[in-house]
């Protein structure tokens, strides 16, 4: 009952004339930059990260909670208008919500895509709601050897389940952990790997990683294979509400819940995130299906399913970020620093510390969930006009928003050289297979994780196996290998799906270009297709 006032008291907070404002304008703004193509939710997160910091705490979180969701939602518009995911979440919207457009039925994808992302994202915030508090009740027991288990558990499964490889997503957190080392030893007051340069004594800002990663070397790494000439948007063609029959309601209504179950738990949990959940999702709605034939050529319930565990693993993602103050995948990381930038540490004690805060935090999101309906469903047509922006425009734009907010985090020059740096080493590991997840990862938990390891070695003298005798981090380290196993057989199965769909995708590129020689077909936009559909761990493999 104490959580109900607390959350009625967060609504009163979050419905104040301003902070409903704030949350607007953070939906309208994340959709906008979250429906631009090649841009998944966590650049436009990095991104929009500068513009917070000038307001006070609360509206800051109200309006970072808007651009978190808005992102998300922004994100199916692209895959199925222009079929261009901007992360490997959002592969089989593409998929099947393209074949739907090029079928005439854009406005039908997008209708059970923002639906579905509504009932989703509601039903997995009361999840939020529910599990949050008593997951932080517990958490205020755990000691500093309990914490090392747990960020341990965070740094192993981020590093082994994200990526094209298990050594590629180690090797990315290995260089995050490197990164985070960086600056002044707070105990011993050494400098470390600052090559005696003075900018560096601080440590590198998690901001001007984020962006560098996920700005500046995402667009470097599209510039670098950007083709001519203008990209075919499929048009939306007629309003939701005439779109969406009888029987689109009745294959959608199941899918939503189905995906709902499957995103939120997996979302709580460092198991792969929302890639492995969509994929999921996507192998229960084919098997349950009656329309299994459809599935490949446009089936309704290939993007209800997926979305659904899209969006409702992206607020399963809050619950270990703020009750224990652990991100699992890119994104929550950058919320983190969000956190972080006002000198607020997300964990057990924020929801004693700070309940105001938390709890309008929670409000917005709901508010934000309705505000996002409203503006996706009948504005769709609007956000299909900003796939138009020529993409050498596009990405200007967004190098030169990217230097101006580095610039903004310390008012110092060499913060934009940083960024150059960090830039150009994104654009290598994107090119190369690495996925930039786990080095963000690495840089926001290490110092986390070396602080707690301090603390639990003076607890006991000197003696590292009482790390592992301590009740939960036994427990912790058994999950562990649990969580792994699982989620490379999860990890193999979405591979599976990945290639049955690419053969497919080639067979039907092959089909077009034959027609195409004899002159029945005058484009094809196949080609673009799997040439952008990179996600946020590595390049498409062919």
């Known amino acids: 009952m104490d959580n109900i006032s607390l959350l009625l008291e967060g609504f009163a907070t979050a419905l104040q004339p301003q902070y409903l404002l704030f949350a607007f304008l953070g939906v309208l703004v994340g959709t906008a930059v979250g429906v631009l193509p090649g841009i998944g939710p966590a650049m436009t997160v990095a991104l929009l990260l500068p513009l917070t910091y000038t307001l006070d705490p609360t509206a800051a979180l ?69 599990l949050a508090p008593v997951l932080a009740q517990f958490a205020v027991s755990l000691g500093p050897a309990d914490y090392v288990a747990l960020i341990v558990v965070a740094f192993i499964t981020v590093g082994a389940l994200l990526g094209s490889s298990v050594a590629r997503g180690m090797s990315s957190l ?18 470390r790997y600052t090559l005696g340069l003075l900018p560096l004594a601080d440590g590198i800002d998690v901001v001007l990683v984020a962006v560098g990663l996920f700005a500046v070397g995402e667009t470097l790494y599209v510039a670098a294979r950007l083709r001519h000439g203008s990209i075919p948007v499929t048009p939306v063609g007629g309003s939701w509400r005439h779109s969406m029959k009888r029987d689109d309601w009745r294959r959608s209504w199941a899918p939503w819940l189905r995906g709902t179950a499957i995103g939120f738990p997996i979302g709580t949990i460092p198991a792969g995130g929302a890639d492995v959940a969509t994929f999921l999702s996507y192998a229960t709605e084919k098997k349950l299906s009656k329309h299994k034939s459809e599935f490949g050529h446009g089936a309704i319930e290939g993007v209800a399913g997926p979305e659904s565990a899209n969006n409702a693993a992206a607020a399963g993602v809050l619950v270990p970020l703020l009750t224990l103050g652990l991100p699992t995948t890119a994104t929550a990381a950058i919320i983190l620093t969000a956190f972080q930038s006002y000198g607020i540490q997300p964990g057990p004690r924020l929801f004693e510390n700070q309940p105001e805060l938390v709890w309008a935090l929670i409000a917005s999101l709901y508010i934000g969930n309705v505000m996002l309906i409203v503006l996706n469903l009948p504005l769709v047509g609007m956000w299909a006009k900003v796939l138009r922006i020529p993409r050498p425009y596009l990405y200007a734009g967004i190098m030169t928003f990217a230097a101006l907010g580095a610039y903004a985090v310390n008012f110092q020059t060499v913060d934009v050289f940083i960024l150059l740096v960090i830039g150009v080493l994104g654009f290598f590991m994107r090119r190369y297979g690495y996925p930039v997840a786990p080095l963000v990862v690495g840089m926001i938990l290490g110092p986390m994780g070396e602080e707690y390891l301090r603390k639990a070695l003076q607890q006991s003298q000197g003696d590292v196996v009482s790390l592992f005798l301590h009740p939960f981090a036994a427990v912790a ?62 390049p498409t493999r062919r």
């Open 62 to 130: 109200i309006t970072f909670a808007g651009i978190y969701y808005g992102g998300m939602y922004g994100g199916s518009t692209t895959s199925i208008l222009l079929n261009t995911p901007g992360e490997s979440a959002s592969i089989i919207t593409a998929i099947e919500g393209n074949k739907m457009a090029r079928l005439g039925r854009a406005a039908t994808a997008l209708a059970t895509a923002a639906i579905g992302s509504f009932i989703a994202g509601t039903i997995a915030t009361v999840g939020l709601t529910l």
């Open 174 to 191: 290995g260089i995050g952990l490197f990164i985070g080392l960086i600056g002044t030893d707070l105990l011993s007051g050494q400098a």
């Open 477 to 538: 380290y058994g999950v562990l290998a649990v969580l792994i196993i699982g989620g490379l057989w999860l990890k193999r199965r979405r591979r599976r799906y990945e290639a049955a769909l690419e053969q497919a995708l080639t067979s039907e590129i092959a089909v077009q270009a034959a027609a195409e020689t004899a002159g029945l077909v005058p484009g094809s936009a196949a080609a673009h297709e799997l040439d952008h559909r990179d996600d946020a761990d590595g």
